[in-house]
């Protein structure tokens, strides 16, 4: 199995739920999606462009999957279109049955991931990200922190336990901490 990094964005309190868009996922009542806007900028951008352009491939749960999949084939002039296009693109579904975007492969389970050999990165994707920690199979996290308590939602550590040192942080123009983890058995 190649490295496995989850790319998350967070709350101080650790929520993960909606970070783009106010109506991408309502589950259990959350109204605070799209709470990540207001902390992008220039750095946050380039730092995200790095990990998107560094090689290796995506995985997704279904969920992020389906939601990218609705929106990013069809944004004529972003240049992540094209990387998200033409970057093979990993999905862990067991409702599943096809994966249609270009370039993607469906894996059943999320013990599968063990056997894909290339990098992986995760983009959002709670329930597969808890998972994949709760198998010891994550080596980096970059977690980018935004300075805001909501209080309620998904949290990516909610009931899992992961020892991990920092490696690398920098603030961002809007006050959002990047930080980078690796796992502490890593070297």
């Not at 496995?4 to 996922?25: F, I, K, N, S, Y």
């Not at 240049?79 to 994966?99: G, I």
């Amino acid at each position: 199995m190649g490295k496995l990094v989850l790319v998350e964005h967070l709350t101080l309190d650790g929520v993960m739920q909606a970070p783009g868009r106010v109506d991408e996922d309502g589950r259990d009542g959350f109204a605070h999606g799209g709470w990540a806007v207001p902390g992008n900028d220039e750095v946050m951008a380039s730092v995200l462009g790095e990990g998107m352009g560094g090689g290796g491939a995506l995985l997704f749960g279904r969920r992020t999957y389906e939601d990218f999949y609705g929106y990013w084939p069809h944004q004529g002039g972003n240049p992540f279109t094209d990387v998200l296009n033409r970057t093979r693109k990993y999905v862990v579904s067991r409702t599943m049955t096809e994966a249609p975007w270009e370039n993607s492969v469906l894996l059943k389970d999320a013990g599968d991931v063990e056997g894909v050999e290339e990098d992986l990165t995760v983009l959002g994707s709670g329930v597969l990200a808890r998972e994949l920690m709760r198998r010891g199979l994550v080596d980096e996290w970059l977690l980018m922190i935004h300075p805001l308590v909501l209080g309620t939602g998904r949290r990516l550590f909610d009931g899992v336990e992961t020892r991990i040192r920092l490696v690398d942080s920098m603030v961002t123009t809007t006050g959002v901490v990047i930080a980078t983890y690796r796992s502490k058995e890593e070297a």
